[in-house]
């Protein structure tokens, strides 16, 4: 018997990406059939199916101890290539097929008022809870605020800034608990929001800032608002590593000396 | 054929990595900076510049549509692929502070929205007035 596992696992580990077609196409399937006959279509498909994923790369996060969820188990693996950056980028900028150009250029400037806002208000944030925990030098208070914005600004503000790691871990930790919550309450909060439209997607792409979060947020609520918001999020971990070790660690150093 | 459109697709992806590293090389950082917004622009521009001349044909058409329609299967495994474990078991501090932003610029998201429509309609409409 393990034998014969075995030789199926090893067809798999070989075919790791059509192995996560065919994986993803179950866990798709069985949150679509969750949605229309437990939740009777009140809850999206694709928001049970991000939920569903997230909750297989915690198991796989416990069982293997890796970082990468459930693509750590060796015959999965080929699930981090179909989610990895590459392929997310690629079926990202797909989305955009068939919009019309003027649809983003109309909301170009509330665009790029929602990105710096976006910016700003998570470094204050994530500055301001780490200054009530304990972390009182603008150097730490400036990393763990880049994590706030997202899991890629804190490392990177942190590392020019010389911040130790263990606040530079905490950073990324921060960075990726903002991810997971923006993948998964945004379809509940779309209403009150007001996320229904192009123009309000595209500034909580902004605002939001984190590529995944927004990447699977917007999957989760609307599939046609993913242009929009993706749009002006591709441009938030940019400006978050120019603001973060330069204007914003010398308006915090200002503050807090 | 279907692979026109991908790779029409793959130009643009590539094309917008390029100059997305070029802006982040002249702005000072090691990371690529609005990349796939620069993709999506260049897709949107062409493939809108050949539809309307009629040269995107049906198959091409498919070839750039099969990608958009794997987007939330492909966002499933994204989210199969994060460590979960670690933004769970991250402690007080890191969840106060992913929570807090995520929190507050949920709420800017309509505040923003009517600002700009506030200056859109910023001339002699009546029911601005008050």
Redesign the interface.
């Known amino acids: 018997m393990i034998e014969f596992w075995q030789a199926i696992e090893s067809i798999l580990i070989k075919n790791s990406l059509v192995t996560?077609?065919a994986f993803?196409?179950l866990?798709?399937w069985i949150?679509y059939a969750l949605s229309s006959q437990v939740t009777r279509g009140k809850m999206h498909g694709?928001a049970i199916?991000?939920?569903?994923?997230?909750?297989?790369?915690?198991i796989?996060?416990?069982v293997t101890g890796g970082?990468?969820?459930?693509?750590d188990i060796e015959c999965l693996a080929g699930?981090?290539i179909?989610?990895?950056s590459m392929?997310?980028?690629?079926?990202?900028?797909?989305?955009?097929?068939?919009?019309?150009?003027d649809e983003?250029l109309k909301?170009g400037?509330?665009g790029i008022?929602?990105l710096f806002?976006?910016v700003i208000?998570?470094f204050a944030?994530?500055a301001?809870?780490?200054y009530a925990?304990g972390?009182r030098d603008a150097v730490s208070m400036t990393t763990?605020g880049g994590?706030?914005?997202t899991y890629?600004v804190g490392p990177?503000t942190g590392t020019a800034i010389g911040a130790s790691s263990d606040v530079i871990a905490?950073s990324?930790?921060?960075?990726?608990?903002?991810?997971?919550?923006?993948?998964t309450?945004t379809p509940f909060?779309a209403k009150w929001?007001?996320?229904d439209n192009p123009?309000?997607a595209l500034?909580?792409g902004g605002?939001?800032g984190t590529?995944?979060g927004v990447?699977?947020g917007l999957?989760a609520t609307d599939?046609r608002l993913?242009?929009y918001g993706?749009?002006?999020a591709?441009?938030y971990?940019?400006?978050g590593?120019?603001m973060g070790p330069s204007i914003i660690f010398i308006a915090i150093r200002a503050l807090v000396g | 054929m279907a692979i026109y459109g991908t790779a029409l697709l793959a130009f643009c992806l590539l094309t917008g990595l390029v100059v997305g590293k070029l802006i982040g090389m002249l702005v000072g950082i090691d990371d690529n900076v609005g990349g796939v917004g620069v993709a999506m622009l260049l897709l949107v521009v062409i493939s809108g510049r050949l539809q309307s001349s009629g040269r995107m044909a049906k198959p091409t058409q498919s070839g750039v549509l099969f990608w958009s329609s794997i987007y939330i299967p492909i966002v499933v495994a994204m989210a199969a692929s994060q460590n979960v474990l670690s933004a769970v078991s991250s402690g007080l501090l890191a969840i106060v502070a992913g929570t807090g932003a995520v929190v507050v610029c949920f709420a800017l998201v309509p505040v923003i929205s009517r600002l700009g429509q506030a200056v859109d309609t910023a001339s002699f409409d009546e029911t601005d007035i008050q």
């Open positions: 996560a077609f993803i196409g866990v798709v949150s694709s199916a991000i939920a569903l994923g997230l909750l297989l790369a915690y796989g996060g416990i970082k990468k969820g459930i693509a699930i981090g179909l989610g990895g392929l997310r980028d690629f079926a990202i900028v797909a989305t955009a097929f068939g919009v019309r150009l983003f909301t400037l509330s008022v929602s806002t976006g208000v998570s944030i994530g301001l809870v780490a925990f972390y763990i994590g706030a914005a890629i990177v905490l990324v930790a921060a960075g990726l608990v903002k991810s997971i919550l923006v993948m309450m909060v929001i007001g996320l123009r309000s500034i909580f605002l939001m590529t995944s990447a699977g999957a599939e993913v242009p993706a749009m002006t591709t441009f971990t940019g400006l590593c120019l």
